[in-house]
């Protein structure tokens, strides 16, 4: 199977997540674009939900496949959110932020009672850090910035390059709320909460992409099928 039809897979699982009148976060990246696919599938056969999106790409999914939409502001509060990942670890903290989306992602998923992640197996990792750390930084100073993470990451016995997330045509990368990401190749995260907390501290650090401690489940699908991973 593709890691698309494994995408599939896992977002039509976290359906079975999902009930009438619930107030939904949506994700972001092509496994939670399944997710919206195919939830939009189930309202237009009659399931009465509201979604919140987590970036200007969802939005505009949701609004063509017909999700009715509505702000964090306006809904008081969430259920459930159903998202990707780029990479979990055995404890079910999450490296976010590929498709650039971390900050409105971390802000829902933390307004949401529930947040069930969407993945393909091979997010599946025994520690973080493969996967490019995003960091989104404001524009201002951000110079300065970076040499605060590399302090801030040496502090908790990392370092690697950090580089400033380009689009394809070589211009930088910005995100929905006009911010620049720097991408931190650290390859080994031993100690996640602490360089979540380092990283925190630094004045323009808007947000990171370690998710600590929000997912309350993980559906993974693989080869063998879908597994559900619940926290230890
Ligand atoms: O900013 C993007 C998000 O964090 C995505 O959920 C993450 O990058 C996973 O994306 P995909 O499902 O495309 O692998």
Redesign the pocket.
């Known amino acids: 199977m593709s890691a698309d039809a494994l995408?599939r897979e896992a977002a039509a699982m976290a359906l079975d997540h999902v009930e009438g009148g619930m107030r939904l976060g949506l994700?972001?990246?092509?496994?939670?674009s399944w997710f919206v696919r195919l939830l939009a599938d189930k309202v237009k056969g009659g399931l009465d939900v509201i979604g919140v999106p987590t970036?200007e790409a969802t939005a505009a999914l949701a609004r063509e496949v017909g999700v009715r939409l509505t702000t964090l502001d306006d809904v008081g509060g969430l259920d459930l959110t159903v998202?990707?990942?780029?990479e979990f670890d055995p404890a079910l903290n999450l490296v976010?932020?590929?498709?650039?989306?971390?900050l409105r992602?971390k802000i829902v998923a933390s307004d949401s009672e529930r947040m069930i992640v969407i993945?393909d197996d091979s997010?599946r990792v025994k520690a973080l850090g493969a996967f490019p750390l995003?960091i989104e930084v404001v524009t201002f100073g951000a110079g300065a910035t970076l040499r605060a993470v590399e302090k801030a990451a040496a502090s908790v016995g990392l370092s690697g390059p950090l580089v400033f997330r380009s689009r394809a045509d070589g211009s930088r990368y910005v995100t929905d709320q006009g911010n620049w990401i720097v991408d931190a190749s650290f390859r080994q995260i031993s100690d996640p909460k602490a360089l979540a907390l380092a990283l925190s501290g630094i004045p323009g650090v808007v947000e990171h992409?370690l998710f600590i401690d929000l997912a309350s489940m993980i559906i993974l699908a693989g080869a063998g099928g879908v597994e559900r991973i619940d926290p230890v």
């Open positions: 995408k994700g972001t990246g092509s496994t939670a970036s998202d990707g990942t780029d976010k932020g590929g498709g650039g989306a971390l992602e993945a997010k995003p992409g």
